[in-house]
């Protein structure tokens, strides 16, 4: 997705809060070290993932800390992980347990600290909103896609996306491998905003219901595409689909001809994305694309 005006002060709205998460940091120096370099690198033809990974950075080079949300990702990961029995028997009630699953899933999406849009900035904001975003289900669902799309596949690459909901993503990864699918996890190479990294993972448990795990290899919002560690493109390759979890990993590759299915599974929750997308903001969706392209029903 290339990035728009719109998602300049949403990048740098984020950039001050993270820089005065760990209470030490100059959110000054931080900020500036930001804006000097989303000076130097902004292009309408980049992306809106490349783009934020350069600016994240260049602030991330001006702190005190290299997490500076690791309090709020071990605190949103308790706080979900308190809800997953709820959340399985949401589950096991649904006569779509595929369907329940990814709505358990994309419920957790809020958790997206620090930025623009229909987000939470605190873990602690979740728990009273979880019922109301199941009830909220999935306004978007390819069902006559997607249930073939996972019933058919052996290989499923899960690529994460923020901690706290990644706890809800086990759920549907209990799912699938139920189901005899053989999961790969995909968390980030290294610690940015409060997305899942290979820390995250074992600390929190969730690497015990992957079959295995491989990272991006690299500090970036999602997944670089043009650089991805061997290990991992292989994992993709052997791949039948792909499940993107969130935006970001949307954001890095709406632009790519990816000759695997992927299902992207997020709540729209910025105008750019939505514009990208073509589904309103406020919407929780699944949805298909092979090639660039999005599968029709």
Known sequence: MRI??????CLMKRVLFQSRLDGRSDDYASTEAALKELARCISPEKSSAEVAAAVHAAAYS???TDDPYRKLKVEADRIADSL?????????SSGDRIKAAFEVSVAGNIMDFGSSGEVIDDPSEFEPVFGELLEQGLGVYDENVINPLILGAKNIVYMFDNCGESQ??????????????????IVRGRSILNDVTAEDAVRSGLDTDLDSMVTTGKFYIGMDWKDI????????????VIIAKGMANYEAVSDETVPIPIIHAFRVKCGP?????????GTNAVFAVLNGRRMEE
Do not use: F, M, W
Not at 4 to 9: G, H, K, L, R, T
Not at 273 to 281: F, H, K, L, M, N
């Open 4 to 9: 728009s005006a719109d998602c300049i002060p």
């Open 62 to 64: 001006r702190l005190t």
């Open 84 to 92: 997953t029995g709820r959340a399985q028997e949401y589950v096991n």
């Open 168 to 185: 809800l993503d086990r759920i549907l990864i209990r799912e699938l491998r139920s189901r005899g699918k053989h999961v790969t996890g």
């Open 229 to 240: 560690p061997e290990e991992t493109r292989n994992a993709v390759a052997a791949s039948d």
């Open 273 to 281: 994305v939505s514009d990208s997308c073509g589904i309103p903001v």
